[in-house]
């Protein structure tokens, strides 16, 4: 089954700093990759995804990109703000097969005023 | 706006018991799916449905069980509580095909003394 590998576990900037989170996925068939934000005591909501399809897709301040050959996708933060702070999620499906995202472990922003 | 509700925010049961953990959607989606979350390992999936009476396994199903006799209705049961399965159940839930949005519920903290 696919098993992605999410880092770093945790990251912590200062405000106005840019902020990477990577993912790595073992399932060559997998071709939907959402990235789900967790503010605390709060459920995961989805912020950005991207379909194999495309290498790069923006959302104002948030981006995500995909190396289909290398098999991993990361999420870009700009100008990081406050409310920003979160846990992160990156996950991946697949077309065929299983219907259920598997998610990354998670990695917790700080974004220091 | 979809509405993804599960029927306890915190539940304390006992060694042994037989707990049931509800969901319900409001949108007519056809997948539902039950995850587990612990801190440093992410989200990880317990079962899943794509259809009334239709059940999945997913990648930790050991020790539970899960019942859609309605769309809208998603259960999730502990045939026996040990203090391992501790821990917060979130609820969600997609419309029909693949690679769709997953909206979650607002989790369920579950202590098993």
């Known amino acids: 089954g696919e098993n992605v590998e999410q880092h770093p576990s945790t990251l912590s900037v200062q405000e106005g700093d840019s902020a990477v989170i990577k993912c790595t996925y073992s399932d060559s068939a997998s071709n939907y990759f959402p990235w789900y934000k967790q503010e605390l005591g709060k459920r995961p909501q989805l912020i950005i995804d991207?379909?194999?399809?495309?290498g790069e897709k923006k959302d104002q301040r948030i981006a995500v990109t995909l190396n289909k050959t290398a098999k991993h996708f990361s999420l870009h933060i700009t100008e990081t703000q406050p409310e920003d702070s979160a846990v992160y999620f990156c996950?991946?499906?697949?077309?065929?097969?299983?219907?259920?995202?598997?998610f990354g472990s998670g990695t917790r922003l700080q974004v220091q005023p | 706006d979809v509405k993804v509700t599960q029927s306890s925010r915190y539940l304390v049961k006992r060694t042994g018991e037989k707990v049931f953990l509800e969901c319900v959607q409001d949108m007519d989606h056809e997948n539902m799916f039950w995850y587990r979350q612990d801190p440093g390992l992410g989200l990880r999936l317990i079962y899943f449905?794509?259809?009334?009476?239709?059940?999945e396994k997913g990648d930790i199903p050991e020790g539970y069980s899960v019942s859609r006799e309605k769309k809208e209705r998603f259960s999730l049961i502990l045939e026996s509580a040990s203090t391992n399965q501790t821990s917060m159940y979130l609820c969600a839930s997609s419309s029909g095909g693949r690679n769709t949005e997953a909206f979650f519920g607002q989790g369920t903290r579950l202590t098993v003394v």
């Open positions: 449905s794509y259809d009334v009476k239709m059940k």
């Open positions: 991207i379909r194999s399809n495309v």
């Open positions: 996950a991946a499906s697949r077309e065929r097969g299983r219907r259920a995202l598997t």
